[in-house]
């Protein structure tokens, strides 16, 4: 299965500035997916990135607030913008390899926002 | 948004009892996956059963799904200290993405 390098594993933030965070996978892959997990949540899935093309972002998630760039077949960035307290939460990138198989995830970003 | 919900929300158990978390969920299916996660780290995947599937396994754990009802179930047998942990189910759709359940916090005494 595919191997993800997430980074950085956490961060703290003044408000108003940006975090920009990396995920490197050892493998091409077509789709990458974003979640945050806010505190004592489950995931949500913020936006899919797919080479090439600009991502497709869920209900309530913007590119302004979450611009994703993802250059090549094995790298996407997230940033989250104009940060506030309430984007306090843990990041995490995800692939697929293949179809009906599990999808691997990074090992997460822990952003508190202060 | 949440795919469905879990239950029990939370499950204290001691070493060695067996532990069952279910799952339910709202939309058709490609197949129904479960994940751990410890300390809010990354997620591990565990197993994976299809849609035309109705019980598989894998080491200690078994997970059933019953698609009529839209539900599945964990087991996780002979648990260790080394099983606390969140687990999630996610349902894997038409929309080739997964959606996550609410989560289930399982705390194995020792």
């Known amino acids: 299965s595919a191997v993800i390098s997430q980074k950085p594993s956490r961060d703290i933030c003044q408000r108003g500035t940006s975090l920009t965070i990396q995920c490197q996978v050892d493998s091409q892959v077509t789709m990458m997916f974003w979640y945050r997990q806010q505190p004592g949540q489950s995931l949500t899935l913020i936006a899919t990135?797919?080479?090439?093309?600009?991502?497709?972002?869920e209900s309530g998630f913007v590119i302004d607030k979450f611009p994703i760039s993802r250059p090549n077949l094995t790298f996407s960035t997230l940033t989250v913008s104009n940060l506030s307290p309430e984007d306090s939460s843990i990041y995490l990138c995800s692939v697929r390899p293949r179809t009906n198989y599990g999808y691997t995830f990074g090992s997460g970003t822990r952003l508190t926002v202060v | 948004s949440q795919q469905g919900e879990e239950d029990p929300q939370a499950l204290s158990i001691q070493e060695g009892e067996n532990a069952t978390m279910n799952c339910s969920y709202k939309t058709s299916i490609n197949n129904l996956q479960w994940y751990r996660q410890n300390s809010g780290r990354g997620l591990v995947h565990l197993i994976l059963i299809r849609s035309n599937e109705r019980e598989k396994h894998s080491g200690r754990l078994r997970v059933t799904l019953d698609t009529s009802k839209k539900s599945s179930s964990l087991l996780i047998t002979a648990s260790r200290a080394a099983d606390t942990a969140s687990y999630f189910c996610a349902t894997d759709g038409t929309a080739r993405q997964l959606t996550f359940g609410s989560g289930t916090q399982l705390t194995v005494l020792p």
């Open positions: 990135a797919n080479q090439g093309s600009e991502a497709t972002y």
